[in-house]
């Protein structure tokens, strides 16, 4: 087991053009989240699944964004026509909901800037 | 709605002294409160956890308090290291298991 992981690590993108950012999480883990980190500020959650349901999503993503977990296993964020306010970390995390900490395992994060 | 606060100024601390940052919390008294480490370009790694009805939780060199009339968490690092520079992270633990996150207070040891 290697842990949560992102691909890519950077992403340098123009305004205006779509994007996907995609997550692997822990095999054993039925959640995962999407967070946003912009620079000195903490992560913001934005989505959750459990299995393959998409359960919440905060009012930070927009129409713009669409995330999805097929068949449970990886899943994708993608943002359609992307604005410099996208520019930040995306984080994605699993956790498994077997026992009470659910202690939520990040990987390394997507890098955005948008030009 | 629910806010974590922490201090968003860095600490400077001399090696093996102890360095206490705080978290607090605006409205209700989080179930959980979790501390995490981020390191630069990382993603946060979870370090504590501690129970609305716990008063304190310790690991290794780790210590978390939780002060429900204070509406504070404290987190020490005793006898500090240069390795323990970082960003130190704390979260509220909410429905669904998401987490809302303080803004983080990094903390800077020295030799």
């Known amino acids: 087991d290697t842990g949560v992981s992102q691909n890519p690590r950077h992403k340098i993108t123009k305004r205006g053009q779509n994007v996907t950012f995609r997550c692997d999480p822990i095999?054993?883990?039925?959640?995962l989240y999407w967070y946003r980190q912009t620079l000195g500020q903490g992560p913001e959650f934005l989505t959750y699944f459990q299995n393959e349901a998409q359960l919440e999503k905060s009012r930070l993503l927009s129409d713009r964004f669409s995330a999805e977990r097929p068949k449970g296993s990886f899943s994708t964020l993608e943002i359609q026509r992307t604005e410099q306010g996208d520019s930040a970390m995306y984080l994605c995390?699993?956790?498994?909901?077997?026992?009470?900490?659910?202690?939520?395992?990040f990987g390394a994060g997507t890098r955005l800037s948008v030009l | 709605s629910q806010k974590i606060e922490q201090n968003s100024e860095a600490l400077n601390i001399q090696e093996g002294k102890t360095a206490t940052l705080t978290c607090n919390y605006t409205n209700y008294s989080p179930a959980y409160l979790q501390w995490y480490r981020q390191d630069p370009g990382r993603g946060p790694v979870f370090l504590l956890l501690i129970r609305e009805n716990e008063k304190e939780k310790r690991k290794e060199r780790l210590k978390v308090t939780f002060d429900t009339t204070l509406k504070q968490s404290l987190f020490h690092i005793t006898a500090s290291q240069p390795a323990d520079s970082a960003t130190y992270l704390c979260?509220?633990?909410?429905?669904?298991?998401?987490?809302?996150f303080g803004g983080g207070t990094r903390v800077l040891v020295k030799p």
């Open positions: 095999s054993e883990h039925n959640r």
């Open positions: 979260a509220e633990r909410a429905a669904g298991n998401k987490l809302t």
């Open positions: 995390a699993s956790t498994t909901t077997l026992g009470f900490q659910n202690i939520q395992y």
